[in-house]
């Protein structure tokens, strides 16, 4: 009986050593013949690189990216309004053919004072002045107590308007001076970041003035005004 006992035991190794080689020649050959006849076999853990972000064609004929793939970027001119304004250089051209001729700076607009004395705007030439004499010819615009009863009015200018609060294009400008077009600004009523004006110049220049500063107002609801002010004309 322990001879038997100790044959059986003896026995067990070798069948379990049979039966894994017969498992193992079994499953491989179940893979072989998968593989063989095209059978998906990714349950055993393959995984399979990510198709690439699909790409759309637009109507234009440009290619748009799906949900996933990284944003385009692009610029663009401008700003928000109530901005500083950008400066300009003075050879800078639209594409219609405007060029700079006075460079985005300052220019101050003091108040008339008494006796009926005005100060006169004459963008042309980037200058204003204040004098009790007669106005002269090239006063594109007029700030005066007694003649537009205290504010700042086109005198000769073809267009005097409201302009936007960042600076535009001549075009544009010219396009808001004849639109948006005023007859008289009170001091009172010009606010600093918030007060902008085109104007087409007795000459056909264009210019936008951008006010950045006022002064206390006086008896007569004047005050000193500053602008920054940049004019074009079309290329020769």
Not at 9 to 17: A, L, M, N, V
Request: charged fraction near 20%; hydrophobic fraction near 30%.
């Amino acid at each position: 009986m322990s001879t038997q006992a100790s044959q059986s035991s003896q026995q067990d190794p070798q069948r379990k050593r049979i039966a894994l080689v017969v498992g193992l020649a079994t499953v491989i050959g179940v893979l072989f013949a998968g593989v063989s006849a095209g059978v998906d076999i990714g349950w055993l853990g393959k995984n399979e690189p990510a198709p690439p972000n699909p790409v759309s064609t637009s109507p234009a004929g440009g290619t748009v990216p799906s949900a996933g793939s990284p944003p385009v970027s692009s610029t663009a001119s401008g700003g928000s309004d109530g901005a500083a304004p950008t400066p300009v250089g003075p050879t800078q051209s639209s594409p219609s053919g405007y060029v700079v001729v006075h460079p985005l700076d300052e220019l101050r607009v003091p108040k008339p004072g008494l006796s009926c004395k005005s100060t006169r705007v004459d963008l042309d030439r980037f200058s204003s002045k204040s004098s009790s004499d007669s106005v002269p010819d090239g006063t594109d615009l007029l700030y005066s107590d007694c003649e537009n009863g205290g504010g700042l009015a086109n005198y000769h200018a073809e267009n005097f308007g409201t302009g936007p609060l960042r600076q535009p294009s001549a075009e544009n400008c010219e396009r808001d001076a004849g639109k948006s077009a005023v007859d008289v600004i009170e001091a009172a009523d010009a606010r600093p970041g918030r007060t902008a004006f085109c104007v087409v110049t007795d000459e056909g220049r264009i210019a936008w003035m951008y006010l950045t500063k006022r002064g206390p107002l006086d008896n007569y609801e004047n005050a000193d005004l500053e602008f920054r002010a940049v004019v074009w004309e079309l290329k020769p």
